[in-house]
């Protein structure tokens, strides 16, 4: 199939150019016939008889999102900041008195039933490569019982045909709790782009079967490239009025950088029904972002996005504070392994999330790499609560912890008082 070749040509194109795009936006970017060529590699490469600004964006956002997926999968992008994990200690349990074999995985996230509490996190969509990627995690989250997020839908609101590259998911997973996926600076008018309405969004939902819609909170990268939109004035109140209007949950997702206890209260009032807190120490955008300006040899904003590289609330540390909200919290950010996922559980959150290692593990080893990869996560997230004598998710998250180093300063910072966040607990 990917070897599958058609070509044909618009006839009298004089002006044209050429670029890669999805083969489903080709009609709509020319309403006139073109050329088509689908490589090996499943690009399509077409060739339109005019370059107009609209074709140019659509461009860059599927090109954009194909970069992302290229640098994170071959640099190092990790933040140069800890998610906190090392400086959290269960109470080991010589006595555990339960067995091993007992321990149940499931646990309920906005009323659905969950088999394993894990989201597979936001990647990507919007460009060839990326019906396959979808597909593959939906299948994975199918085969496990997991909740699976889209990329950004994005390029989907200028070019509504490249849901194809997201709906893959949903037919790959028809059980899975599927998740859509916009920016909050989508929400907003920005200086290229008008802003996303309750309709569109709506329909960004139903085109996939979604259950829900994440809104995330990327306004970091937005800020280290040059492309960015960075008119975050409004957002708070656009978050509110979709979590108003839509009739699936909206959860807000931050993307690296965490989030704070006033803020995690002021979107609780807002009526969203979850957060993923994305704090920092794990996959940093900004590196990504530094990565792509090197690639363009723009020096201004490679430095921009390296500085900012550290930014943020710890992944451990917005656990904490935004556990304020009493709402539903999916801890991602450098959740690397099943005991990160413990103490993610342990100290509040209902679920954790990954993304990064999850991608490299789907285009290095297809579905049955990512498949061999979670059955050792879940291994280790099921020997953590053998030890720490949890038999299920919800009695991991009464057990106690040790907080040291870093951490502790942070939350001492921040005003806990450690030992009564620790009696708290058994
Ligand atoms: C290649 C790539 C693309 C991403 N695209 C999106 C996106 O479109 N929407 C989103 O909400 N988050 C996106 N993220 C952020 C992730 O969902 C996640 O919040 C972040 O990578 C931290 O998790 P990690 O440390 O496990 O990678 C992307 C991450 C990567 C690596």
Redesign the pocket.
């Known amino acids: 199939m990917y070897a599958r070749r058609l070509i044909c040509e618009s006839p009298k194109s004089k002006s044209s150019y050429w670029g890669a795009v999805n083969v489903f936006s080709l009609w709509e970017v020319t309403k006139k016939p073109v050329y088509i060529i689908i490589t090996a590699e499943e690009l399509v490469f077409y060739k339109v008889p005019f370059r107009s600004r609209w074709a140019n964006r659509v461009e860059h956002y599927s090109r954009r ?1 194909q970069e ?2 290229e640098i ?1 999968t071959t640099m190092d992008v990790e933040a140069g900041i800890n998610a906190g994990w090392e400086d959290i200690r269960f109470l080991h349990q010589c006595l555990p008195e339960i067995d091993h074999d007992e321990i149940q995985l499931s646990t309920v996230f906005c009323g659905r039933r969950v088999e394993r509490p894990l989201v597979i ?5 919007g460009h060839s490569q990326a019906a396959w990627i979808n597909e593959t995690l939906g299948r994975v989250a199918e085969h496990f019982g997991l909740i699976v ?1 889209v ?2 839908q994005r390029p989907m609101l200028k070019l509504p045909s490249l849901v194809e590259t997201y709906a893959t998911a949903r037919r790959a997973a028809p059980h899975a709790f599927l998740v859509a ?1 916009i ?1 909050a600076a989508q929400l907003i008018a920005q200086e290229q782009s008008l802003a996303c309405t309750v309709e569109q969004a709506k329909e960004l939902v139903t085109a996939i079967g979604a259950d829900a819609l ?1 809104i ?1 909170l ?1 306004f970091l990268q937005e800020a280290v490239m040059p492309e960015g939109d960075c008119r975050a004035r409004g957002c708070t109140e656009a978050i509110g009025r979709m979590a108003e209007s839509l009739s699936v949950p909206v959860i807000v ?4 950088a965490g989030i704070s206890k006033s803020q995690a209260l002021e979107l609780k009032a807002r009526g969203v029904a979850a957060l993923d807190i ?1 704090g920092a120490g ?2 940093s ?1 900004a590196l ?1 972002e530094s990565h792509r300006a090197a690639y363009r040899k723009d020096q201004r904003f490679q430095r921009l996005g390296q500085t900012f590289s550290g930014w943020g609330i710890p992944t451990a540390v917005s656990i904490v504070e935004a556990r304020a909200s009493s709402l539903p919290l999916i801890a ?4 690397r392994t099943g005991l990160d996922a413990a103490k993610a559980l342990a100290l509040g959150a209902s679920l954790v ?5 999850l ?1 490299g593990r789907v285009l290095s080893g297809g579905y049955d790499g990512l498949v061999e990869y979670l059955e050792v996560f879940f291994e280790e997230l099921t020997v953590a609560m053998f030890l720490a004598g949890a038999l299920a998710i919800s009695e991991l998250q009464g057990k106690r912890l040790l907080i040291t180093g870093k951490l502790k300063d942070w939350l001492e910072q921040l005003g806990y008082d450690l030992p009564r966040l620790s009696r708290q607990r058994t």
């Open positions: 999102k992302h997926v994170s996190s936001a990647l990507t969509g997020e990329g950004s996926n920016g994440a995330h990327n997702k931050e993307t690296g994305g794990g996959t955008m990504v991602s950010g450098g959740v999330g990954i993304a990064r290692p991608l």
